[in-house]
């Protein structure tokens, strides 16, 4: 794993063990995207006539886009093929990150660190490729190693395989790997492939559970707190 030598501008320089890879979700953790999904949801819900409730919105968060697809198809009472409605959303999220991308506070930061840092990094979403591309496209060349998408997976999150496969993409163990996740779907979907999970959470909250770290925006991921959370501390501070 790498390692790095750190100076946080003390005075005191020091060694600190860095995880094998970094994987981030896209929706919610790496850009608010979320946003972009939200009022796609809305504008296909007033094709039916009705309002998204609260709850609705909330179990959209962190789902494949089958599972979304369905779901939505079983609130609004549309007879609208799961594809048809796939396309609905997908071409208005995807005109809407053409126009730019929010980035979630200090995801840039610690994308641009880990990559001059030579730690791998990992995109790892349901979304399809053809989204995560648009958002991709606005950074650098490079900036992410591998790339799972919901499109690369039989079984998306919350199952363990997204992760799984990542891990294995990047060629290291799943417990060498921190992933960084804003839902409860993402979050059981990383501790399940065995990796040192970290919450942020966004539009929904992500309780507490054994082991889940949970921050409230990437800024606080440090490199001793990297080394921290690899040594198998966890931290809470939400």
Not at 213 to 236: C, D, H, K, Q
Request: net charge negative.
């Amino acid at each position: 794993m790498p390692v790095l030598w750190y100076c946080p501008g003390n005075g005191r320089c020091f060694w600190v063990n860095l995880p094998a890879a970094v994987f981030f979700d896209l929706d919610g953790t790496l850009a608010d995207t979320e946003t972009a999904w939200r009022k796609a949801e809305e504008e296909l819900c007033a094709q039916a006539g009705v309002a998204p409730s609260n709850d609705l919105l909330e179990h959209l968060v962190g789902v494949d886009m089958d599972s979304a697809a369905r779901l939505l198809i079983d609130y609004t009472g549309l007879k609208w093929s799961v594809e048809r409605i796939n396309a609905y959303l997908l071409d208005r999220v995807n005109a809407s990150l053409e126009q730019g991308v929010v980035w979630q506070p200090g995801m840039r930061e610690l994308l641009t660190f880990l990559n001059t840092s030579q730690v791998k990094c990992g995109l790892v979403t349901s979304s399809p490729l053809s989204m995560a591309r648009v958002v991709i496209d606005h950074l650098p060349k490079g900036s992410f190693d591998v790339i799972v998408t919901g499109d690369d997976v039989d079984s998306p999150k919350p199952h363990p395989e997204p992760y799984v496969r990542a891990a294995g993409l990047v060629g290291a163990q799943a417990r060498d790997c921190i992933a960084l996740e804003d839902s409860p779907t993402g979050v059981k979907s990383a501790m399940s492939a065995g990796c040192i999970t970290v919450a942020i959470p966004h539009m929904v909250q992500v309780p507490a559970v054994k082991g889940l770290s949970r921050i409230p925006s990437a800024r606080y991921l440090t490199a001793p707190v990297m080394e921290a959370l690899m040594s198998g501390s966890t931290i809470n501070n939400i």
